[in-house]
């Protein structure tokens, strides 16, 4: 096995005894995994055997991928009233930070054409471009003189483009380095490409997608873009505190950056590992019957709090993979809550979604998310009933 971005041999091999979820459903499909990190470039990246890596194509292509609602997640920021989707935010993001109106924009893993559709408004005279691997989509996608769709290969992409714009789509490709340098070939000299990722230095339960290629911090995606041609300028944002987001801008003849030291990986799997442990402690209190004291209580967080399983019903906050990963360790959890209108009602690895709106006082909500989990925690505390745990 070679690194997937400069080509070379010299990788740690690195066991992750978690298990591993698929982006579709959020089904466990591996009980653990192995990653590879890099020594040169410091990518990294997941192996996928002759036959699973057929099958991950098969599924990116396949009609259920196209029904499974990608681009229906919304989220809750100040600025707006009432949720808003991801999509939006981002349109927003690059109308107010371009020095110029783009004349033609691609869309490298567009599903429904959802962001393009936002830049209808925002920028008016541009042409939109969708490309996804994902022919059935094609019937989603927005008609108009505006709109192309794209499928097949990259290779079967033509013209220059202004912005190229890759949300949660890199991670998916095989072969990240001939992909980023055929991106460097449609772009306009002058040209820009968008990317939004999950940084596992944020939300360490990011590593635990199988079914993509490669995982990233700031540093990662900074280095591989270096190697790749670019220079990076990362895009902090409140709307997006557990992702990477920034413009990567062709380099030219300029020299490339120096590789960066990460290391970030094995602080994930320590806090991977310290999480399982609590996790286990709550599902072991469920199967107990929370009998005893020490059985229906979990030891106290780093911040502090307690969780007493006597109290309430037991739930956990998103319908994603963080609480895919919760319900997998502790089945005996009842319930998932969301503020997303579309999803209440629903059902979410077989247990009914509710509005945080519905949860009483005893209600007991893990929050499983990292660096983010304190905001997250004081944001729910502050408008909803129940007792918030962050893990």
Same mark, same amino acid.
């Not at 978690?18 to 579709?24: A, G, K």
């Not at 996790?279 to 709090?305: E, F, N, W, Y």
């Given at each position: 096995?070679?690194?997937?971005?400069?080509?070379?041999?010299?990788?740690?091999?690195?066991?992750?005894?978690?298990?591993?979820?698929?982006?579709?459903?959020?089904?466990?499909?591996?009980?653990?995994?192995?990653?590879?990190?890099?020594?040169?470039?410091?990518?990294?990246?997941?192996?996928?055997?002759?036959?699973?890596?057929?099958?991950?194509?098969?599924?990116?292509?396949?009609?259920?991928?196209?029904? !499974?609602?990608?681009?229906?997640?919304?989220?809750?920021?100040?600025?707006?009233?009432?949720?808003?989707?991801?999509?939006?935010?981002?349109?927003?993001?690059?109308?107010?930070?371009?020095?110029?109106?783009?004349?033609?924009?691609?869309?490298?893993?567009?599903?429904?054409?959802?962001?393009?559709?936002?830049?209808?408004?925002?920028?008016?005279?541009?042409?939109?471009?969708?490309?996804?691997?994902?022919?059935?989509?094609?019937?989603?996608?927005?008609?108009?003189?505006?709109?192309?769709?794209?499928?097949?290969?990259?290779?079967?992409?033509?013209?220059?483009?202004?912005?190229?714009?890759?949300?949660?789509?890199?991670?998916?490709?095989?072969?990240?380095?001939?992909?980023?340098?055929?991106?460097?070939?449609?772009?306009?000299?002058?040209?820009?490409?968008?990317?939004?990722?999950?940084?596992?230095?944020?939300?360490?339960?990011?590593?635990?997608?199988?079914?993509?290629?490669?995982?990233?911090?700031?540093?990662?995606?900074?280095?591989?873009?270096?190697?790749?041609?670019?220079?990076?300028?990362?895009?902090?944002?409140?709307?997006?505190?557990?992702?990477?987001?920034?413009?990567?801008?062709?380099?030219?003849?300029?020299?490339?950056?120096?590789?960066?030291?990460?290391?970030?990986?094995?602080?994930?799997?320590?806090?991977?590992?310290?999480?399982?442990?609590?996790?286990?402690?709550?599902?072991?209190?469920?199967?107990?019957?929370?009998?005893?004291?020490?059985?229906?209580?979990?030891?106290?967080?780093?911040?502090?709090?307690?969780?007493?399983?006597?109290?309430?019903?037991?739930?956990?906050?998103?319908?994603?993979?963080?609480?895919?990963?919760?319900?997998?360790?502790?089945?005996?959890?009842?319930?998932?809550?969301?503020?997303?209108?579309?999803?209440?009602?629903?059902?979410?690895?077989?247990?009914?979604?509710?509005?945080?709106?519905?949860?009483?006082?005893?209600?007991?909500?893990?929050?499983?998310?990292?660096? !983010?989990?304190?905001?997250?925690?004081?944001?729910?505390?502050?408008?909803? !009933?129940?007792?918030?745990?962050?893990?």
């Amino acid at each position: 096995m070679n690194c997937s971005l400069c080509g070379r041999p010299e990788l740690d091999a690195i066991h992750v005894p978690h298990p591993f979820f698929r982006h579709m459903d959020f089904e466990m499909i591996r009980p653990s995994a192995c990653l590879y990190r890099c020594r040169l470039c410091r990518l990294l990246q997941t192996e996928h055997g002759k036959n699973e890596a057929a099958a991950l194509d098969r599924m990116y292509r396949g009609k259920r991928y196209a029904r !499974s609602r990608q681009t229906e997640q919304t989220v809750q920021v100040p600025e707006y009233r009432g949720p808003v989707t991801r999509s939006f935010l981002q349109a927003d993001i690059l109308a107010n930070g371009m020095d110029r109106e783009p004349a033609s924009i691609l869309d490298i893993g567009c599903f429904d054409g959802r962001l393009l559709n936002e830049f209808v408004s925002r920028f008016p005279s541009a042409q939109l471009h969708g490309f996804d691997v994902n022919e059935p989509v094609r019937r989603l996608f927005p008609s108009g003189k505006r709109f192309q769709f794209w499928t097949g290969s990259l290779e079967n992409v033509t013209g220059v483009f202004d912005l190229v714009c890759l949300s949660h789509s890199l991670i998916c490709i095989p072969d990240i380095g001939t992909a980023l340098r055929r991106i460097l070939d449609l772009l306009a000299p002058s040209g820009r490409v968008f990317i939004q990722l999950p940084d596992i230095s944020k939300n360490p339960y990011a590593i635990l997608f199988a079914d993509q290629y490669t995982y990233f911090t700031n540093t990662i995606l900074s280095n591989a873009l270096s190697v790749a041609g670019f220079d990076w300028s990362p895009i902090l944002s409140s709307w997006f505190p557990r992702e990477i987001l920034g413009i990567a801008r062709p380099r030219g003849a300029a020299l490339p950056a120096p590789v960066c030291e990460d290391t970030t990986i094995y602080g994930t799997l320590a806090y991977l590992n310290s999480a399982a442990d609590q996790m286990k402690r709550v599902s072991d209190a469920h199967r107990t019957g929370m009998s005893s004291p020490r059985s229906s209580r979990l030891r106290k967080s780093q911040d502090g709090i307690s969780f007493n399983l006597r109290r309430g019903r037991t739930g956990v906050l998103g319908t994603t993979l963080n609480a895919a990963w919760a319900d997998q360790l502790c089945p005996t959890m009842q319930f998932f809550v969301d503020e997303n209108p579309a999803k209440i009602g629903r059902r979410f690895r077989g247990k009914p979604v509710i509005h945080p709106e519905s949860l009483k006082p005893d209600d007991q909500i893990l929050l499983p998310y990292g660096l !983010s989990g304190a905001a997250l925690r004081e944001k729910f505390e502050k408008s909803y !009933s129940g007792n918030f745990v962050n893990f």
